[in-house]
């Protein structure tokens, strides 16, 4: 496994449950990070140590982990390089690194982050500071702005958003702060039932919705926004704003002979048995793989045991499993309730209760993916306890 985040980890520990012998992960880093609780860290709901564990606490056992970076794949000679100088060989290979922010598809909006005025959730170090400018504006405009360029669960970068229109509307300055929502798809979640019921919480705080909206550039100096609309460009200043920027592939899998034309420099795997077509022995997971779908964490539970069937199955001749495209988004609506849209890659519901009823916000749903959820993911995912 290139990765040692949730997916790295999660299937190395199914391997290893189901019998597989031989597991290694290469992970540089040393700090592992339940990273859907940073939109709670930048609603004030949550602290990065909340998130955190020592990397070593959380690799499987008898799983061989390998601390360094990897600098390049050379799928022809089964092999994969490491920045110190060695070379790991691999019968599967499972490529799952996630991706990273892309500041470059956006102009001036790094520089921006290194003000006050400026946050994102998407990065650890930027998340406590959300919080801060958020609860701290008392009036002006606050734009939150959401990319639809390979961002992991972006509907997720709507918490913040609720939550600090919740605080607000709670401590009186609501009516003061105009709300900008600029969200570069058509729709806030791709499940219909659910992007009504977000649309109309929306509009309850006075949020003005602009889809098929996006960045062009941030002039930090100004505080100004440039915004290619449906109709041209338009121009936007702002006293806070919040981020979920595009991503983008590690460097390195760009030249690795992994990817396509049409991947956007993500690993090319087929979709639904998430198997490289031109590289059998390779398989793709997460944020890092195109699989025509929502990245998200949720969706690794559905794909971990896709993989590692199939990787058995692949050496045997069985009949591999395939992957739907399932997704999740949870969405905090209030400082109290959340609603959760479960839907596959053609935006059709798959909800995994029908009762109670998901898209309809709750508390007890709330209180579940605040604190139930990161022991589920602790205590049973990345035990490798999927199906």
Known sequence: MVGGGNAGISLAAKLRRDGCRDVAIVEPKQVHEYRPLLSYVASGMATLDDLRKPQASVMPRGVRWYAGSVV????????????????????????????QVDWDAIPGAQQA????????????ELAPGTWTMLSSLVAGTAVFAISDRHVPCAPVGLKPLFTAADHWRRTGALDAITIELLVSGEHLVDLPRADRELRSVAESYGVHVRTRTSIESVDAFTRSLRLRTPDGFDDLRY????????HRAPDWLATSGLTSPTSDGFLAVDPRTLQLVAHPTVWGLG??????????????????????????????GATMRRYDGYSVAPVTTSRRELLLAEFDRDGRPEPTTSTPDLVRPRRSLLLFDRYLEPQVYWHRLLKGKVS
């Open 239 to 246: 006293d806070a704003l919040y981020l979920a920027p595009p």
């Open 287 to 316: 944020d890092a793989a195109a699989v025509d779908a929502l990245p998200s964490g949720g969706a690794l539970r559905k794909q971990v045991p896709v993989v590692a069937h199939n990787i058995a199955a692949r050496r045997t």
């Open 113 to 124: 982050m290194t003000t006050p005025q400026a946050s994102t959730s998407y990065l650890p």
């Open 72 to 99: 390049g794949i050379e799928p022809e000679r089964s092999l994969v390089r490491l920045a110190d100088g060695e070379d790991l060989t691999y019968s599967d290979l499972v490529v799952c690194p996630g991706s």
